[in-house]
């Protein structure tokens, strides 16, 4: 009954290889989120999506790719991956009105490793 | 420099003891700030949401305050559980974003008994 779940919770894997994280929420929320946690701690959004349509895309690099085949879903998918994409990725969501209203309800994170 | 600044950076209490936490923004204007608990391990809960016209929320044994004026914020929090160890995060909504959040990068706080 988890309202915001995301897989794998650690992800390990070379550089160069490409992987995926999903998401799913059971809030009937209408907006999901990306964000990326880095080492200093910072939560920065990467992606917003609203009823599938992408509202929010931020300065990322175009191997991380978001895809999400309905409102209650969101993953994301990263190319060729590189050191710096180490990191712990949160899925968010929250009602409508986006973040700027509704309290965000966040997973549990994925924790992404490139060695 | 980062637009929401916390303070401390962490913090250890005993059990029982009270402890405040602040938060300096310089986004302006901003919609509302918020205040988020991270365990250890797991994702950012919710504990307030303030916008500019209120001065303090309260949620069980947390209480918000807020100066718009000063743009300054405070989590106070009373009776300490061994359970509050965790880190709090002070989220500010900025209108000059185009309203996204800038979070800060949070105080750790731990209670020992």
């Known amino acids: 009954d988890t309202a915001v779940s995301q897989t794998p919770k650690y992800l390990v894997t070379q550089m160069g290889n490409d992987k995926s994280i999903k998401c799913e929420q059971n809030?009937?929320?209408?907006?999901m989120y990306w964000y990326k946690q880095d080492s200093k701690k910072f939560l920065k959004i990467m992606f917003s999506?609203?009823?599938?349509?992408?509202?929010i895309n931020e300065t990322v690099p175009n191997r991380f790719s978001p895809k999400s085949p309905d409102k209650a879903h969101l993953n994301l998918h990263i190319n060729s991956l590189e050191l710096g994409d180490s990191a712990v990725y949160f899925c968010?969501?929250?009602?409508?009105?986006?973040?700027?209203?509704?309290?965000?309800?966040f997973g549990n994170g994925t924790r992404l490793t490139v060695t | 420099k980062n637009q929401v600044e916390q303070s401390p950076q962490s913090l250890i209490i005993l059990e029982g003891k009270n402890c405040t936490l602040q938060?300096?923004?310089?986004?302006?204007?901003?919609?509302?700030l918020r205040w988020y608990k991270q365990d250890t391990g797991r994702g950012p809960v919710s504990l307030t949401i303030?916008?500019?016209?209120?001065n303090t929320k309260s949620n069980g044994r947390y209480t918000a305050t807020l100066d718009a004026d000063t743009k300054q914020s405070s989590l106070h929090i009373t009776a300490s559980q061994l359970s509050d160890s965790a880190s709090y995060i002070c989220?500010?909504?900025?209108?000059?974003?185009?309203?996204?959040?800038?979070f800060g990068a949070g105080t750790i706080l731990r209670v020992k008994s």
């Open positions: 968010a969501s929250s009602s409508y009105g986006g973040q700027w209203r509704s309290p965000l309800h």
């Open positions: 809030l009937g929320h209408d907006t």
């Open positions: 999506y609203n009823n599938k349509e992408l509202i």
């Open positions: 938060c300096n923004y310089t986004v302006s204007p901003f919609s509302n």
């Open positions: 303030m916008t500019f016209s209120e």
């Open positions: 989220v500010v909504s900025a209108e000059e974003y185009g309203n996204k959040l800038v």
